[in-house]
């Protein structure tokens, strides 16, 4: 068999477009982008670590002992993230999520969590906190997450079966420790708390009814993502998607389902309540959704833009350049200027790679690696 080459663009050093000529724009709450979408939802990468190395996002072939991550002068720091955040949020902002690499990998990560916390949207709201992790880290981190101001959290698992799970994150970590983890997060009240499964045909797709009969009827919602080109390291191939129709109508067989509305507009999840006798949705039991980037694109209704650890700021999971604003906040921009340039680029977004994935003329560029933009 031919060894496997994957080829690797370091994105933290593509260039990005000059930004200080911004033409001024006061913050109105109403940025839409060309095709009307808002901007509702930053995911704020605040480490490019990870202590796992899952095939679908940060291979050990790839990155290994010998790998370079981003220096600590160029990540961004609490400050400088809190500070964009702001003008995020005059802009429409009403949820964050921190994400990584691993995001409890961040020192004093709790100190960050309780500066956003403070923030409130132009009509005095709270913000939608909430925080994507691998789980290794919860048991000793929950309650001091509850207590800066977190108010959610999403658990990436993949699997009931230890051997599986410890194969696809590929450190030997056990799912025990992950499990113990969000009973730590129920327990100091992060919640209602998630469960992200990606499903990775010919991997762990018999992991699919374990996981819903474990889950039904705790309270924690579990979500079933379809398998996604993000990047290049993780040598994606379209069989190896399991269509998300196809994990709905496995789980119906033996659980019937209801569908059920969108919580709010731009949600990536669509949604499935576990059915009474009456095929009527039984709170009581829950629900799953399922996350159909790849089968059943959700672009027209984006709303979430991506800040990188070093302050780029990316518009699409699969963008392949992002926006220099670090540069703007450590060159000495004021406000009124930083806000400019985000309401720039934002207007300026046409990205729908989802939808164009297998249309003639789709987009060929390599893109941004999951392990440094976040998912």
Partial sequence: ????????????????????????????????????????????????????????????EVFDKNHAYLPHAALLDFEEITRLARLFVAHGVQKLRLTGGEPLLRKNIEVLIAQLAALRTPEGAPLDITLTTNGSLLTRKAKALRDAGLRRVTVSLDGLDDAVFRGMNDVDFPVAEVLAGIEAARAVGLGPIKVNMVVKRGTNEHEILPMARHFRGTGIVLRFIEYMDVGVTNGWRMDEVLPSADVVRLIA????????????????????????????????????????SVTNAFCQDCNRA?????????????????????????????????????????????????????????????????SYIGG
Wanted: charged share 25%; proline share 5%; hydrophobic share 40%.
């Fill in 1 to 60: 068999m031919a060894e496997r080459v994957i080829p690797l663009l370091d994105q933290r050093h593509v260039d990005t477009l000059a930004l200080r000529d911004a033409p001024p724009m006061v913050a109105t709450g109403l940025l839409g982008d060309t095709l009307g979408r808002p901007l509702r939802d930053l995911r704020i990468s605040v480490t490019d670590r990870c202590n796992f190395r899952c095939s679908y996002c940060m291979p050990k």
């Fill in 253 to 292: 067989q033996e659980m019937p389902l209801v569908a059920l509305d969108a919580t709010r507009p731009g949600e990536t999840a669509e949604r499935w309540g576990y059915a009474d006798a009456h095929g009527r949705h039984a709170p009581e039991l829950g629900e799953i959704g399922v996350i159909s």
């Fill in 306 to 370: 991506r800040l990188s650890t070093e302050g780029k700021l990316y518009l699409c999971l699969f963008a392949s350049r992002g926006h220099d604003l670090r540069a703007l906040l450590r060159e000495g921009a004021d406000d009124a200027a930083i806000t400019s340039a985000i309401g720039a680029i934002w207007g300026q977004r046409t990205d729908r790679y989802s939808e164009l994935r297998n249309t003639v003329g789709a987009p060929t560029q390599a893109r941004v690696e999951m």
